[in-house]
């Protein structure tokens, strides 16, 4: 039976779907895909204007408008939403700024149909238009919740069956079965951390996520330095590590979190985004976010079907992005990489 595939594209916001989507549309047109698929697209913060460029660009997709900006999780979860009560068996996220090789499809499929434990494939993102360096070949979680890309900027070399903590939602395909089983994407996270969030939720419940380094997608790829994304990226990784980890591996990481924390308000006073992280600590002070915290807790330690210690050999105890390489990360990496070698040693369950 031909596998049924719902592709979905990142919401529109702003003047995005101009910029980008007629190159990532043109390069979906040329799949060679053996099964059925159909494209969703979601509109932020809809406009008639917005509304109307998307069904002139894309005819036959199905549009999804919201009236607010919603951000990221929610909007790719109202389509994941729609995908999933059409009854397709996998959902490839992509973002608009890629250009999708013509096989991918069909190689992500291949990967999910051969290895039934994978809950998430991820493509081998590769920059544009530097095509033979690598974006992302995975992606990493220090142990203290920072995120990064595996390879970034490096010349591809092939590393053959590779599992990895997270995928990047730049480019995805996900069980359908699986999604039912952890849920979509953490709305509360708004953007930003919501793949790696989701990527631990489906190695607790079992799953694997695994690379599937022939199926390739270009990505129009620029660092972003904004203060706004430091708010979001800084509170989403204490939030996934109190979700995820046990509460015993909390407990050992605590000595080195009250460390990182006292780096990040010196580098914030001294990079300018202190405002951001105090920001960041009155989320976690205001006690109607409890309950939320309470409850995102308790529904993903009830996932709970794999040790920490199996979770976290996939960990990294160093931040390795050239982005954000500096003197001061590199002596940090020193201790932090250490001490993360003894906490593995300790983490018996």
């Known amino acids: 039976m031909d596998s049924k595939v719902a592709i979905i594209i990142s919401p ?23 099964g059925q698929s159909k494209l969703f697209l979601v509109d932020n913060a809809t406009t008639a204007e917005s509304y109307n460029y998307l069904r002139t660009l894309a005819p036959t997709a199905e549009i999804i408008s ?3 900006n919603d951000g990221f999780a929610k909007g790719n979860n109202d389509a994941m939403r729609q995908a999933l009560a059409q009854g397709y068996d996998y959902i490839f996220l992509i973002n608009m700024d890629t250009i999708v090789d013509s096989h991918c499809l069909q190689a992500l499929v291949d990967y999910l149909v051969k290895y039934p434990e994978a809950g998430a494939v991820q493509v081998r993102i590769m920059l544009w238009p530097e095509t033979d360096k690598v974006n992302s070949l995975g992606n990493t979680t220090h142990f203290l919740g920072f995120g990064y890309c595996l390879g970034y900027q490096q010349s591809y070399q092939p590393v053959g069956l590779k599992e990895i ?11 359908a079965t699986a999604l039912q089983q952890v849920g979509l994407f953490d709305e509360e996270l708004w953007m930003y951390n919501e793949d790696q ?4 939720r489906l190695w607790l419940a079992g799953y694997k996520c695994l690379l599937a380094e022939s199926a390739i997608v270009y990505h129009k790829y620029s660092f972003s330095k904004s203060i706004s994304k430091y708010y979001w990226m800084d509170r989403n990784r204490l939030i996934n590590i109190f ?3 046990r509460l015993a591996t909390l407990i050992l990481i605590i000595p080195a979190l009250l460390v990182m924390e006292l780096g990040l308000l010196l580098f914030a ?7 951001e992280k105090i920001r960041v600590y009155s989320y976690f002070l205001n006690k109607q976010n409890w309950q939320y915290l ?3 807790r308790q529904q993903s330690q009830a996932l709970r079907r794999v040790p ?8 990294s105890g160093q931040i390795l992005y050239q982005e954000i390489d500096s003197i001061f990360l590199r002596l940090a990496n020193i201790f932090f990489g250490l001490y993360w070698q003894i906490i593995k040693l300790l983490l018996f369950w």
Do not use: H
């Not at 006073?269 to 405002?275: C, M």
């Open 12 to 34: 529109n916001w702003a003047d995005y779907a101009q910029k980008y989507l007629a190159d990532c549309l043109t390069s979906l047109s040329q799949q060679n895909f053996a």
């Open 66 to 68: 919201n009236q607010n």
């Open 165 to 175: 903590a997270y995928p990047s939602g730049a480019g995805v395909m996900l069980r």
């Open 197 to 200: 969030d989701l990527g631990w």
């Open 243 to 245: 979700k995820n980890y």
């Open 269 to 275: 006073v001294k990079g300018g985004w202190l405002k």
């Open 294 to 296: 309470r409850q995102a």
């Open 308 to 315: 920490d210690r199996e979770i976290v050999r996939l960990f």
